[in-house]
T-cell receptor, first 117, second 114 residues
């Protein structure tokens, strides 16, 4: 049973370019979460999605960032017109059920390290 | 206010010794869960142990145990018989009630000395 998969593992972009980060949840999981980890910091929640729905995007920057989880295919975190401050590790996590209980854990992917030159 | 506080940026421990990593949390929700994750240098996040707010006993998973002191709002991770492979960043996290997100602390870097 493959774990959460993220690609690419490393991504380099120049300022002003677009970055697309992909996340394939674990088999049977239909809930995806994106987190950002800035250097020397813990993970910060960005967005929670179910298939074709954004459930909670309270942690997403208001501009340049968007996320989707289509009916078919991986979840995509898209960053337009990247700036140096976007350099970070972006983690995706998945869970099999709606988060109805505090006992539900999330399973993390290996992360994508974005470097903006 | 910070939801999760980890006050030890770095810790050292001798191989085969036990070590305690501190974590305090802040919530007014009576129902919450506390999690510890390990992040080795390769970068992935590995789930270690979970403690629920209503659990009567401290959680244990192999060499990992969680010293849960509810009144003090602390959830310290204890690693017994440290191994060189335990060298990594360790993150404490919390989920409140039916909320969707995890709140993470800033992490503790553990180095095991041979």
């Amino acid at each position: 049973n493959a774990g959460v998969m993220q690609n690419p593992r490393h991504l380099v972009r120049r300022r002003g370019q677009e970055a697309r980060l992909r996340c394939s949840p674990m088999k049977g999981h239909s809930h995806v979460y994106w987190y950002r980890q800035l250097p020397e910091e813990g993970l910060k929640f960005m967005v929670y999605l179910q298939k074709e729905n954004i459930i909670d995007e309270s942690g997403m920057p208001k501009e340049r960032f968007s996320a989707e989880f289509p009916k078919e295919g991986p979840s995509i975190l898209r960053i337009q017109q990247v700036v140096r401050g976007d350099s970070a590790a972006y983690f995706c996590a998945s869970s099999p059920t709606p988060v109805l209980s505090h006992t539900d854990t999330q399973y993390f992917g290996p992360g994508t390290r974005l470097t903006v030159l | 206010a910070q939801k999760i506080t980890q006050t030890q940026p770095g810790m050292f421990v001798q191989e085969k010794e036990a070590v305690t990593l501190d974590c305090t949390y802040d919530t007014s929700d009576p129902s919450y869960g506390l999690f510890w994750y390990k992040q080795p240098s390769s970068g992935e996040m590995i789930f270690l142990i979970y403690q629920g707010s209503y659990d009567q006993q401290n959680a244990t998973e192999g060499r990992y145990s969680l010293n849960f002191q509810k009144a003090r709002k602390s959830a310290n991770l204890v690693i017994s018989a440290s191994q060189l492979g335990d060298s990594a960043m360790y993150f404490c996290a919390m989920r409140e009630g039916p909320g969707n997100q995890f709140y993470f602390g800033t992490g503790t870097s553990l180095t095991v000395i041979p």
